[in-house]
């Protein structure tokens, strides 16, 4: 197996992006835990292949565990719709920009929560496991060089910075939510231009808003699920 080179261009990140669920050369749709490959043709083309496609890499960037998508993206006709009042729109006009707001000044105390508090404990003692198993069994080759007592400290600290990447990632998250529906929505009129005030309903597709925001690796478009965690 070629070496990972972990070399990425901003049209590899998009093809990853662009293609997740799909090898980019035959169309094939991946299944869990398939070993996709990240890179290069000879001609320099990225690539995004699974096995069935595996010899036409001839630099491999990465190579991981495929695993589906954590949101389905809209379809590319999907109407979006955004409210916003006058004060806003003219923002949006005069400074040709959409404002993000940053995920923890929502205002949802519950923003970025991955389940129940009471289930925490749990979820520690699970990644737990899983981090002393690999510090006790590295791939072959590799010697940490820390006896058990310093494996198992190291173990207790990927808890902690496990838990403090999840809050800066609240932090380091910029937000932009639509409606997608194919009329408007009277309680969005509410919500958004109480009466009495002046607002503005921008209708775009999902297309032409990916479009319009560059087709940006960073940038990722998904539809919102309502979920009860207690279920
Ligand atoms: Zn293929």
Redesign the pocket.
Known sequence: MQPMTYRYTEELRRLERNSHDN??????AFKLAEVVHSGYAADGKPLY??H??ETSVAETAARYDWEPRAYEVPHPDALLWRYMDFAKFVSLLKDSALFFCRADLLGDRYEGAKGLLANKSKWDQHYLKWFRGVLHNPPPGTDFGLSPEELEKRAQKFIVDLEDLGKDGLRTTFVSCWHESDGESEALWRLYCPPGSAGVAIRTTFAALNMSLGDDPNTKIGCVRYIDFRK
Not at 23 to 28: H, N, P, Q, V
């Open positions: 090898c980019s050369l035959c169309g094939r292949v699974g069935c496609c």
